[in-house]
């Protein structure tokens, strides 16, 4: 598909049929679905767009919908700020007209790295080397991937297709019980009547919170936040705060201790201006740690969730930077002279 230059930058969401009912009944033999890059062009009175085929195309912009008509041009009719969107629209045109969905996005893939997310576009992420978030990933077309491996045999993870990568924050909780509820009972099952511990009892607790141990240190997702030295201090200032801590938590779920904590309690015990705060609001605000809190934030009882995220919230306004938490905290006060809470 050859790329297009328009005199303005595409805008999104624009959809030509905004009734499916109006797409043309007949020719054309497929619908396309790309990841799109827009550049300016150096005069400024043109912007070129391009299918994204590898991290040499991007960064990523929206991605379009095309109809491949018969005589083999296309003509695209939905520019959408996700893959999620377009692919919704294309499947929508399909169910209309009944004809096949193709295009270079199903030959895309992003590189899951454990504990990071995914390998980041640097274009898109301010440096960043991995992100949560899959529409600023690197996307590679498959027939890459291979020499990618041999130019970076130190990132360890594995290729997974960018239609079906979403971020590690969807509803990452649940996914984690769905799958440790599906593993145990496989197990049960697997020991048959006669071994497996009866349902309810205090050893079919104690082999659902191994089986669950055991889930959680080889998920490919898993969320890496803290350093040793970190985590280990965080874990005795949680067991000073009351929390019942054995040492074997992941880091997600300090996260979702530390959001039921009382700020003034954890804080505290910690000068402001050090090297340990700052160390810590940077683990806090990268983008496994927004991920985690995002997602014990939402687990939260909602009586119970504000005050350290406050505290957070307020020591970065205070440090004159930007707060990624903004959006949770849109009652609560949000000027730049906002003084971290002190007991």
Known sequence: MPAAVTKTAPQVPWKLYADIGDVPKKGFRAIEVE????????????????????????????????????????????????????????????????????????????????????????????????????????????????????????????????????????????????LLQRVYTAALVAMGPECAPQWGSADSAAFRLKLGEAIESTRLDRLVIFDVEQRRDIQSLLIDNGFEVDGGETDEEICDMLMRSDPGFIFNSMDWGTDPVQKLMASLTSAAGITAIRTAIGSTPKECQSAMLRAIHRHLLSHGKESPFSDLMADEETTQSAEPPRG
């Open 35 to 178: 990841a799109i890059a827009i550049e300016e062009e150096m005069d400024g009175k043109y912007f070129l767009t391009r299918i994204v085929t590898s991290p040499l195309d991007g960064p990523l912009a929206m991605c379009s919908v095309y109809l491949r008509h018969d005589d083999g041009l296309a003509q695209c009719i939905a520019d959408l700020p996700s893959k999620e969107a377009a692919l919704a629209y294309a499947q929508e045109v399909r169910g209309n007209r009944k004809i096949p969905i193709d295009g270079v996005i199903f030959e895309l893939r992003a590189f899951n790295v454990p504990g990071k997310g995914y390998l980041a576009d640097q274009r898109l992420t301010a440096g960043s080397p991995h992100t949560t978030d899959p529409a600023k990933a690197a996307l590679y077309h498959d027939s890459e991937t291979e020499h990618f491996m041999t130019e970076n045999p130190s990132a360890r993870g594995r290729w997974v297709s960018w239609v079906e990568a979403k971020e590690l924050s969807v509803d990452r909780a649940a996914e984690k019980e769905d």
